[in-house]
């Protein structure tokens, strides 16, 4: 559900409220208060002048030539930003409708929980004008508080309510609905304040978003000691206060797809230990005892896995589901109405089917009825010209008996060619009405054949596209398998060449090792030699030092003259002499 929507609910009750004489208009004095309201509560720039130019040709009496709802959405919710306080929001519109409509005479229940009820209302109902709660919905929020009080629902008490709200009206306004659980019908044998501790239970839950609350022992971060604070979980945040009161929030732990839950080992005289790991920072968590730690853990977990899903909350994804599942049987019941008028419709045109066959029948038999007074008609005729020609011809009645009785003869072929008429006509309609029912399942199988010639086309056009496909794929992969088998034959090759060649470098490098062998013996054995020699001068009495050229700068004096060593040298000595003597 969006932002807009559950504004306009609100808004709804609100102007309703406003609308005393029912007949859909506000005058421009209360519309002015109650933008300016909106405006506050929802942190939107009022502008007076605006609604004044969107009124301005209606004066006088109450508003209603432009109507309120297009200032509403240009001016006041395409402004909206979610930087408000819902609650505040809801008061003030609550406010203005329950002044008007809550009767608390009857009521056993607070004007604050009433309004809890109100916004619990908001969230259930549709977005159908004017609102109402459907009967699956009215079962939901009752059997929710129900179990909220920790009572247990009866469902034939509800049956029995269903019954009697669908013998009126299959919904209740929001107002029967805080009257219904005001009074207690379905709270017996609860007192006030756990009617109220139930309500607001189920509040939380699907107006707050609180996925589960309640008391635990937390660890500092920093002093390290063990505090109890009421914990509130939400499904991106999971807050903690100092009592259930909330009046102080300590802290809370920000939720997001990388967080984790993890079960802890008793230690430090706790039990019930689990460790919740978010954006850098852990925090250890004690419980009362291990069905709230697995409880805690499995709804902590079912959050972060709501984000890591993008989903919304569980309670407003079952109301989603709830509404898909009443749309879809609400579709289904008028698809199955639709087809009840299309049977309805096939069967009244059966009937004046029937109804004109029996027209026809009706018509023939009195065709029939009619054929066969003419018939007697005529035979009396015959029989009044026989008698008269009787009596007029006395002298040749043998002749005339002849007559008769030939006449007799044709009489009765006459009659039966008549009978066996009407018997053809009888076989001629079943052979119609059988030619009919043949000609219409004919039809039938040939609109079938037609089909079915029709998918063997398609099929057939499917299958040699797929075999046309299978030939290219085939004719490449004999290709890329040549293409490939003339590689590998190259880089044989290259690889023999290779080897050849790294075994040539691997002769050299052994002759080379031998040449760097012997080069370094050489070079051992010299520097030995020239060690030794310079040892051997250096430990000569007079300190003497090979010839070379004199040195430009100032020379050092002994007791035989001037010195074989410079100063440096004289130095490293000493240096060399200290550590031989250390050592």
Known sequence: MGLREDLLKSIWHAFTALDVDKSGKVSKSQLKVLSHNLCTVLNVPHDPVALEEHFKDDDEGPVSNQGYMPYLNKFILDKVQDNFNRLDFNRMCWTL??????????????????????????????????????????????RKL???????WIEEKFEDYKIQLNAKQQCLSVWEIIELIGTGHFSKGMDRQTLSMGINEVFQELILDVLKQGYMMKKGHRRKNWTERWFVLKPNVLSYFVNENLTEKKGHVMLDSSCCVESLPDKEGKKCLFLIKCSGKTFEINASDKKKKQEWIQAIQTAVNLLKQGLPAPHKEARQKRKELRQKLQAEQEA?????????????????????????????????????????????????????????????????????????SELEQYLQRVRE??????????????????????????????????????KRAELEHLHLQ???????????????????????QALQAAMLQLDQLESERKEALEQYGEVMKKLENAANKTRSWKDKVAQHEGLIRLIQPGSKGPQLITNWGAAAFTEAELNLREKSWQEKKTQ
């Not at 607070?110 to 459907?134: M, Q, R, S």
């Not at 129900?146 to 247990?152: F, H, I, L, N, V």
């Not at 018509?363 to 009619?370: G, K, L, Q, R």
């Open 97 to 142: 409708c329950a002044r008007k409509n809550l009767t608390k005479n009857t009521l056993v229940i607070t004007d604050d929980d009433a309004f809890k009820i109100w916004c619990i209302f908001n969230f259930l109902t549709e977005d159908k004008y004017p609102l109402t709660l459907v009967t699956e919905e009215i079962e939901y929020l009752l």
């Open 146 to 152: 129900t179990e909220a009080m920790g009572g247990s």
């Open 421 to 458: 008429l009407e018997d053809m006509y009888r076989r001629l309609e079943e052979s119609l009405e059988d030619e009919k029912q043949a000609r219409q399942d004919e039809e039938t199988v040939r609109k079938l054949q037609a089909r079915l010639l029709e998918e063997e086309a398609t």
């Open 336 to 408: 199955l109405e639709q087809r009840m008028k299309e049977l309805q419709t096939a069967n009244e045109s059966k009937q004046r089917e029937l109804e004109t066959m029996r027209k026809k029948l009706e018509e023939d038999a009195v065709s029939a009825a009619e054929e066969e007074r003419r018939r007697q008609q005529t035979q009396a005729e015959l029989q009044d010209r026989y008698r008269t020609d009787l009596e007029r011809e006395k002298m040749v009645r043998q002749q005339m008996e002849e007559e008769v009785a030939q006449k007799s």
């Open 470 to 492: 299978q030939q290219k794929a085939i004719s490449r992969t004999e290709a890329e398998k040549q293409e490939l088998e003339q590689q590998r034959i190259v880089k044989e």
